[in-house]
Each structure stands twice: as structure tokens, then as C-alpha cells.
């Protein structure tokens, strides 16, 4: 195996793209322990350096999925609202909060999350913090899908081959290949998925993955750089049924300032606000956002069939009668 890893790298150096099966094959061998730690930090420089390519992406999201835990769900259709992360703005936890907003309305989510790597509170933080154990049960899964309308995939109990690369990533202190992973190795597989990019070359990347996934999406990317829907100034979304750019005011919404949207200093802080949007208490920039988000998420799960000022109109029904905060507090119930 160690002299197939070297003519992998061989032709990496010689500036090849390799095949979706053979990004699928090196992953597996990466679970089997079949290559040294060299080697593997050779491979993940080389794809980072000329830049990953669609066929290379998804090869590795197969050996993700098939060496990892299966989460079988029992609903056809259901979203999962997540960013790439790496924006480094700290912001407090959006798209987790746009997900129970979501499945206040009625639609179901299985949100995939994973604890904070560049900010304070990321989605396992804020959700651990409100006492939820995670679990790979899937008869406990479904049930809080079916009762609460939702149910949370805390990714280190699914994705086995990310354990075998961590050190590495850690000591390598670049983003590399498994960073674009993330949002697409949700191990129940969605038919729907709304997800947050920091550029646009992220954008056209996730767009070609997404066609050939086939399934339904929406990506979108602030100008000024947030993973998700910032209201901070001009964003672009990109669907299987348009490409624009919005600004804040097309929706009705005020410009958000930067500050706005901070996370806090702690995970108690970022806790706070994701409560307080909920509760419908939160600022009006805090609570603006968040219905952006979940407008776009619910216009995916709709397939483009209703326009976005519904769409907004009925997150704000889901915050404003309640039934966000009652969704959130069943699943507490399901899941402690």
C-alpha cells in the first residue's frame, strides 16, 4: 500500500487530479492505518496547495460516509442548515438557532454539528451547554425527529475516519481537505441542505458538489466574508433555482452591524443569545438574522416553489407565536 501512496503523490507533484475512487480508497486506508503520517501530510499539502477538485471532494466524503456510523432517518425530507466555519468571526450560533426556528415552523431538520474550531461556541458547544447528550441511538434519534421536529448528529460519534487525521490536521495548522468536509458527510444524507461559505470560490466549489449529489440546496456567503447570512452588508445565494445578490433592505431587513452578530467571549455568553432569539428578547439585528437564515432554508425545503418574503413570514410566525421555543424545549426533554 505504501508504494501505491507513493505513486499517489507522484502524480500530485506532477500537478494530476485523481479520481473520486481513489480519494475513496486513500481514505480507507487512512481508517486501516495502511499509510505513515508523512505521507498523509504530503497528500493533504499537495491537495491544498493546487486546490481540491470536485471528483477528490466527494471521494473522500464516500470513505467518510462508508467507514463512518449511518444515521437512518425516518423522514423523506429534511434539512440541515451548516457553515464551513473558518470566517473568524466569532459570531454566536446562527444556524444552529435557524434550525429550531425551522422546525418550529413544521419542517423537519437533522442538524449536523461539531464542537468550536475557530470561534467560542460552535453548534455541539451551544447544544451540550443546555445539558443534551449526544447519542448514535437511531431509535433515540427518530424519536426526536418525530416528536420535536428535530434532531441533532454530533459529528465525532458518526465520522470514525476524522479521528485517524486529527493530530495530523492539528499539527499541520492550515485548513486542509477535511475543512470543506464538514457540511457534506451529515451521516443521515438530507435531501435539503442550506450552507454557509466564507468566499466564492468556496461557493462554486460546494455548487458543483451539490448538482452532482443531486439534491436540493441553497449556499450562500456575505460579501464581507461571513459564512452565512450576515446582514452586514450585500450576500449572494445560490440555489438549484437562481443565483443572486440580495441586500438587506430587498428582504426588509436594517444593516446589521458587525457587533451584532459577536458570539460573546463565552460559550455561557453565545448560550445567552441563541435563548434570547427564541424567546423572542433578542436584538432586533440578532433576531433579523436568524429569520434570514431560516427563510432561506425553508425556501430549499419548498424547492423554490414560495418566495422569500413568505419564507420570512413564516420563520417570524415560528419565533413570534412560540413555537420555536416550544420546539427547542421538547427537544431538551427528548434529548437530556
Do not use: W
Request: proline share 3%.
Amino acid at each position: 500500500m505504501e508504494q501505491t501512496m507513493k505513486g499517489y503523490l507522484f502524480r500530485l507533484l506532477n500537478h494530476e487530479e485523481l479520481s473520486r475512487e481513489e480519494m475513496k480508497t486513500i481514505l480507507i486506508g487512512i481508517t486501516r492505518s495502511e499509510y505513515p503520517n508523512e505521507q498523509i501530510t504530503a497528500l493533504l499539502t499537495s491537495l491544498q496547495m493546487r486546490g481540491v477538485t470536485v471528483d477528490e471532494l466527494l471521494g473522500f466524503r464516500d470513505g467518510i460516509l462508508e467507514t463512518g456510523v449511518p444515521a437512518i432517518l425516518e423522514a423523506d425530507r429534511y434539512i440541515d442548515v451548516v457553515g464551513t466555519g473558518g470566517d473568524r468571526k466569532n459570531t454566536f450560533n446562527i444556524s444552529t438557532t435557524a434550525c429550531f426556528v425551522i422546525a418550529g415552523a413544521g419542517y423537519k431538520v437533522a442538524k449536523h454539528g461539531n464542537y468550536a474550531a475557530t470561534s467560542v461556541s460552535g453548534a455541539s458547544n451551544v447544544i451540550q451547554h443546555h445539558g443534551i447528550r449526544f447519542t448514535d441511538d437511531i431509535d433515540r434519534l427518530n424519536r426526536s425527529l418525530n416528536e420535536a421536529g428535530i434532531v441533532y448528529l454530533h459529528a465525532q460519534l458518526f465520522a470514525r475516519a476524522m479521528r485517524f487525521v486529527g493530530p495530523i490536521r492539528k499539527a499541520l495548522q492550515f485548513p486542509t481537505v477535511f475543512n470543506l468536509l464538514g457540511p457534506i458527510v451529515n451521516p443521515s444524507q438530507p435531501k435539503c441542505q442550506l450552507l454557509g461559505v466564507a468566499n466564492l470560490d468556496q461557493m462554486r466549489l460546494y455548487n458543483s458538489v451539490y448538482q452532482r449529489l443531486g439534491i436540493d440546496y441553497g449556499i450562500v456567503n456575505s460579501i464581507d466574508g461571513y459564512d452565512e447570512i450576515s446582514l452586514t452588508g450585500d450576500f449572494k445565494v445560490t440555489t438549484n433555482c437562481y443565483e443572486r445578490i440580495f441586500r438587506p433592505q430587498d428582504l426588509g431587513f436594517d444593516i446589521a452591524k458587525p457587533e451584532e452578530l459577536m458570539g460573546g467571549a463565552t460559550e455561557e455568553e453565545a448560550a445567552r443569545i441563541f435563548d434570547a432569539v427564541l424567546e423572542n428578547r433578542a436584538l432586533p439585528a440578532q433576531k433579523n438574522i436568524v429569520l434570514a437564515n431560516a427563510a432561506f432554508g425553508i425556501q430549499v425545503l419548498e424547492r423554490g416553489q414560495k418566495c422569500i418574503e413568505e419564507c420570512i413570514g413564516i420563520a417570524r410566525e415560528s419565533i413570534d407565536s412560540g413555537a420555536a421555543l416550544r420546539t427547542f424545549k421538547r427537544f431538551v426533554e427528548l434529548n437530556s
